[in-house]
């Protein structure tokens, strides 16, 4: 292998950017566009959607999957057992189902799917293997295959095997469909607008649905039962006019107690007269994490290769 690691595939992987903002929640009978509207009235504020996105996933899970990947490449790079190698990668999948992992990250995941075929003989076969393979593939159909570490012989053969791992559709419940606007499937966005186009696989996934009203639902089920999930919708706000503990609060005339003189009236757009916003602070900052790491085992790498050749010849490839 000419590259160990590209920068790209490292910096998508180890950083995140800053998000710094308000929150802007409402009652779930609020019509949309009047949401919209508030929303571009405020555009220093996120929605419950876009504030999930942006901190997902939790700073501590990505340091975990980054050291995690990182000692698994090491063990691999130095000509570890089969068996060593093979349970190094195994720990970074355990992380798989842990959070909503982003593109950067997915890749990571792929990468290790990857990694387990190619230190296993293509002639070798087992359920385990089987279900290596449409999970590579599964994350293929949305990421390129990181062809400077993997052999090609691995990647033509996962190519030779797309027809027996098909793209299925799936159709979404009214429940999801009407309160719900995105479905994350691990980490991976799709709107609930229409019916999910992905190549079918075994074992559980991750599923998370996120909606502007309503709060996250998450599941670890297996991909055909999404059909017919059905979850539960646990507004944000309630209808009952509380009274304030958020730093800024808008309501109606109708419901401001007389005590609350305290409280601020924001002229959010087309305010409905039974409707109550709210603003809450969340402020979340993303680091960058495991950069030093990161560039200590590519030059280690890069050391380990001017003296061996990667054990890939051991495998049968």
Known sequence: MKKILSFTLT??????PACLGDVLYAPASTPTEEYAAALKVHPEALSPTENYLQTHPSLKN?????????????????????????????????LENQDDWREGQRKLFLT???????????????????????????????????QDLIPPPVLRALENQKTLFPVTSLNLSPEIQNHFQK????????????PL???????KVRVVLLGDFYRPQSFE????????????????????????????????????????????SLPFAKAAP????????????????GIAAGVLLISKWQQDQKKKD???EAYGF
């Open 197 to 203: 186009s992905l190549r079918a696989v075994s074992g």
């Open 112 to 146: 290790v799917y990857l990694r387990l075929l190619q230190v296993n003989p293509p002639d070798v076969s087992s359920a385990e293997k089987r279900q290596w393979t449409e999970r590579a593939l599964f994350y293929m159909d949305e990421l390129e295959a990181p």
């Open 62 to 94: 990505l340091q975990r999957l980054t050291q995690r990947f990182s000692q698994a490449e090491n063990t691999f790079m130095d000509g570890s057992s089969k068996e060593h190698i093979m349970q190094a990668y195994k720990n970074v999948l355990a």
């Open 11 to 16: 910096l998508q992987m180890l950083l995140a």
């Open 274 to 289: 039974k409707e109550s916003w709210k603003m809450s602070k969340k402020s979340w900052l993303w680091v960058g994490v």
């Open 310 to 312: 990667p054990p890939t």
């Open 221 to 264: 089920i297996p991909l055909k039962e999404i059909s017919t999930l059905s979850p539960q919708q646990t507004p944000y706000v309630t209808e009952d006019c509380p009274l304030a503990s958020e730093t800024k609060v808008y309501r109606p005339l109708h419901c401001v107690p007389p005590s609350s003189s305290k409280e601020i």
């Open 183 to 194: 479905i994350l499937l691990q980490g991976r966005i799709y709107s609930t607008a229409s």
